[in-house]
């Protein structure tokens, strides 16, 4: 598959929102309650997805749609890299706090609470998934799909010259 081909692009927005599926499962099936920091990842994941998916529709403005995707992924990436910080350093804390209400004042905490609502703790331990936390893998994922992105920008750009 090629950099920058609309199944490059279909299949970045397929993992990214299988990614916020898995999410999804997690919460109502698992019962794992999302905190403000996870469902600001799945604003990036879903970010992603739909910039990818209109990169795939949209030839002409493919550039502008790859790269508002990766500054989803690279605001994921800080969100998700400072929600790592709190598991490692549990006495620090976003529990309750204004950013919860502001999470869940959203539009998309209103329209699609099953998605977009907060009501869990930031450093509440989870069980591991194949040894590393929720978070982690959050941030292992926003850097792979951010980067894949980069990567097929700076070819396409090779490319043109």
């Given at each position: 598959?090629?950099?920058?081909?609309?199944?490059?692009?279909?299949?970045i927005?397929?993992?990214?929102?299988?990614?916020?599926?898995?999410?999804?499962?997690?919460?109502?099936?698992?019962?794992?309650?999302?905190?403000?920091?996870?469902v600001?990842?799945?604003?990036?994941?879903?970010?992603?997805?739909?910039?990818?998916?209109?990169?795939?529709?949209?030839?002409n403005?493919?550039?502008?749609?790859?790269g508002?995707?990766m500054?989803?992924?690279?605001?994921?990436?800080?969100?998700?890299?400072?929600?790592?910080?709190?598991?490692?350093?549990?006495?620090?804390?976003?529990?309750?706090?204004?950013?919860?209400?502001?999470?869940?004042?959203l539009?998309?905490?209103?329209i699609?609470?099953?998605v977009f609502?907060?009501?869990?703790?930031?450093?509440?331990?989870?069980?591991?998934?194949?040894?590393?936390?929720?978070?982690?893998?959050?941030?292992?994922?926003?850097?792979?799909?951010?980067?894949?992105?980069?990567?097929?920008m700076?070819?396409?750009?090779?490319?043109?010259?």
């Open positions: 598959m090629q950099a920058n081909s609309r199944s490059f692009f279909l299949l927005a397929a993992i990214s929102f299988g990614l916020v599926g898995y999410a999804l499962y997690l919460q109502h099936v698992e019962g794992y309650q999302p905190c403000p920091l996870c600001m990842q799945r604003f990036a994941f879903v970010g992603i997805g739909l910039f990818s998916l209109l990169a795939a529709i949209a030839q403005t493919r550039s502008l749609w790859q508002l995707g500054l989803s992924g690279v605001a994921g990436i800080a969100v998700a890299g400072y929600h790592v910080s709190l598991l490692l350093n549990p006495k620090a804390s976003c529990g309750i706090d204004p950013l919860e209400n502001w999470v869940n004042q539009p998309t905490a209103k699609l609470p099953q609502y907060s009501d869990g703790m930031c450093t509440t331990p989870l069980p591991p998934i194949f040894g590393l936390s929720i978070p982690a893998w959050s941030l292992i994922w926003l850097f792979i799909l951010s980067a894949t992105l980069a990567v097929g700076i070819r396409r750009e090779k490319n043109y010259r």
